[in-house]
């Protein structure tokens, strides 16, 4: 009987402070009541290191509060500001002043308008660019990213900083410690004995007992000289070049951009370098002078669990909500939360053109029955869902009308959202958006669209699995 109080004392604790903390997320708050009915001994202990809301609670020391504002100094000056919509250089977007405000507010660095940007569409496109660029460097390349494998394109990128680093160029790469801890020790010694300064991000053996293990680095940035950067979604890794003969080709969208944006980049990973390396840097070296003279507006908007917002979140459902002639999506992992569903059945119920496209084939089969519960019900509303057949649809995109573009590392799910540290950049030149717009064309035809009479008819099993995954879809 004393087991049988103390279990029973145990559950209903966790009850209780489940719904003490995720109130304001009814969402989450069942997720983890399912946990705790499933495991009552183990959900309380789970919920602690996986579930609060650590950097929502903690509060920046005061030297990186110094250091941040050291480093907005460095730009004084140096950065052409869009004051208001009619500088955006964008006609479609002049009357919408209070959008591109509530966007800037999402951003420390507000939107820029002296900027040069390519869009890349694949992996070898993009690994090419990003390798020419790091030739030509001369004072300094700063890495970031999520997954950075040992393997036939890693050790190309391991070469050219191990060259560079020898010719004294500083070279620094920050990975996060679960996306990439299975690089291995000999790759990362080498970078290390030839003088490149490598760094993890809460490298797995250290977080595992730590409130902070759940939230991940997935940013992907590339700084050069602060001149050229690079931001989107692709990682270092053989299957971004379509070599993992299970996804075949992997279709992806990154940035090289030119010009104050890459202000942003810098700002962002130098933040990220001093959470993770316990190192504050703010040479005026890193922020030189440019020469780009193109007027291309841009935003660089970075969030993260530590920030006062979730500006993932709140900037995809500022842009939907802004909508008035097309939404369009593609995202490998689909799982909104009930604002986001909300703002696209209100698009579409308006004669919005909701198209979103996500991937025929699966890296995570979890994640992926997740983000099919979420579609019969959109599909109900009028919104189009297409599965894309050529490989794996990795890029994270969304174009709003001709208003605006974004690209970046955040999906369209709740871990992006609420959990990981994501960049997306916002492009507002109507060139840039049209080339988005034509390349979500192209991805249609190599595109299924997913009849909603067929999809409904899937069996009871199937929809069961598809219901439990949606239960744990805030946690995934």
Not at 235 to 242: A, E, K, Q
Not at 249 to 262: F, N, P, Q, S
Not at 368 to 394: C, I, T
Request: net charge positive.
């Amino acid at each position: 009987m004393k087991i049988f109080a103390l279990i029973l004392c145990l559950f209903i604790l966790q009850i209780a402070v489940i719904l003490l903390f995720e109130f304001r997320r009814p969402q989450r708050a069942l997720a983890w009541l399912f946990i705790a009915f499933c495991c009552p001994p183990l959900g309380l202990l789970f919920y602690y290191f996986f579930g609060r809301d650590y950097w929502q609670s903690r509060k920046l020391d005061k030297r990186c509060i110094s250091l941040f504002r050291e480093i907005r100094a460095h730009l004084t000056g140096k950065i052409k500001l869009v004051a208001d919509a009619a500088d955006s250089g964008n006609p479609h977007f002049a009357d919408h002043n209070e959008l591109l405000h509530l966007l800037s507010r999402l951003s420390e660095i507000p939107a820029t308008g002296r900027n040069k940007c390519q869009v890349l569409l694949d992996g070898r496109e993009a690994f090419e660019s990003m390798l020419a660029a790091m030739e030509a460097a001369r004072d300094n390349i700063h890495m970031e990213f999520y997954i950075f494998r040992d393997d036939e394109i890693g050790e190309r990128f391991q070469d050219v900083m191990i060259r560079k680093s020898r010719q004294g160029v500083k070279v620094r790469l920050l990975c996060d410690g679960l996306g990439s801890h299975k690089l291995g020790r000999r790759f990362i010694h080498t970078l290390r004995n030839a003088g490149v300064e490598v760094h993890f991000f809460l490298p797995p053996m250290i977080s595992l007992l730590d409130r902070r293990f759940n939230f991940r680095n997935h940013r992907k940035i590339i700084v050069v000289d602060g001149r050229v950067g690079f931001t989107g979604g692709l990682n270092i890794g053989d299957d971004y070049l379509g070599k993992d003969p299970k996804l075949g080709y992997w279709r992806d969208t990154h940035l090289r951009l030119e010009g104050d944006a890459v202000y942003s980049l810098q700002y962002v990973f130098l933040k990220d370098w001093r959470l993770a390396a316990g190192e504050g840097m703010n040479h005026p070296r890193f922020f030189p002078k440019h020469e780009c003279t193109e007027e291309e507006a841009v935003l660089v908007v970075a969030s993260g669990p530590d920030g006062a917002l979730d500006a993932s979140q709140e900037l995809f459902f500022a842009a939907m909500v802004a909508a008035k002639q097309r939404v369009w999506i593609t995202s490998p992992y689909f799982i909104p939360d009930p604002a986001i569903c909300r703002a696209l059945k209100n698009a579409v119920l308006s004669g919005v053109d909701v198209r979103i496209i996500i991937p025929a084939v699966p890296d995570n089969r979890l994640v992926y029955n997740a983000s099919l519960s979420y579609v019969e019900n959109l599909q109900d509303a009028g919104v189009k869902f297409y599965r894309y057949q050529k490989g794996f649809m990795h890029a994270k995109v969304m174009i709003i009308d001709d208003l605006l573009g974004t690209v970046g590392s955040a999906n369209l799910d709740m871990r992006s959202f609420y959990s990981n540290f994501e960049l997306t950049a916002v492009l507002l030149r109507p060139g840039v958006i049209a080339g988005l717009a034509a390349s979500f064309e192209q991805d249609l035809q190599h595109s299924e669209f997913i009849e909603p009479v067929v999809f409904r008819r899937r069996g009871a099993y199937v929809k069961l699995i598809e219901s439990l995954c949606q239960l744990l879809s805030p946690l995934l």
